[in-house]
């Protein structure tokens, strides 16, 4: 079984910052992509930021200059440092990893989500 759970959400009050992790555990063969997405009710889930296995980044223009994501593959674990948050950041923030459990398997596992809050 393949797991892969957020934390680290919460309430903060505008130009504050929060560190999200996901965590993968289980069977893990390998993991490749892993990316932070969010979403607001009654709009559709977007991609905040993602990393390669090799730590290539990307991000929504939006949080470019603010967020961070990195990784420990050691650790089968991604962050994303938010910084100078806005109350547009507002959302439920999911993780997603592209695992192959084994070899021969390989798809995209999901977290449950993290509420982050930015509201004075």
């Known amino acids: 079984q393949v797991q892969v759970a957020e934390s680290g959400g919460g309430l903060v009050q505008p130009g504050g910052s929060l560190r999200l992790s996901c965590a993968a555990s289980g069977r893990l063969f390998s993991i490749g992509d892993m990316g932070w997405y969010r979403q607001v009710p009654g709009k559709q889930r977007e991609l905040v930021a993602a990393i390669t296995s090799g730590g290539s980044t990307n991000y929504e223009d939006s949080v470019k200059g603010r967020f961070t994501i990195s990784r420990d593959n050691a650790k089968n674990t991604a962050y994303l440092q938010m910084n100078n948050l806005k109350p547009e950041d507002t959302a439920v923030y999911y993780c997603?990893?592209?695992?192959?459990?084994?070899?021969?398997?390989?798809?995209?596992?999901w977290g449950q989500g993290t509420q982050v809050t930015v509201s004075s």
């Open positions: 997603k990893a592209d695992i192959r459990p084994t070899i021969w398997a390989r798809r995209d596992y």
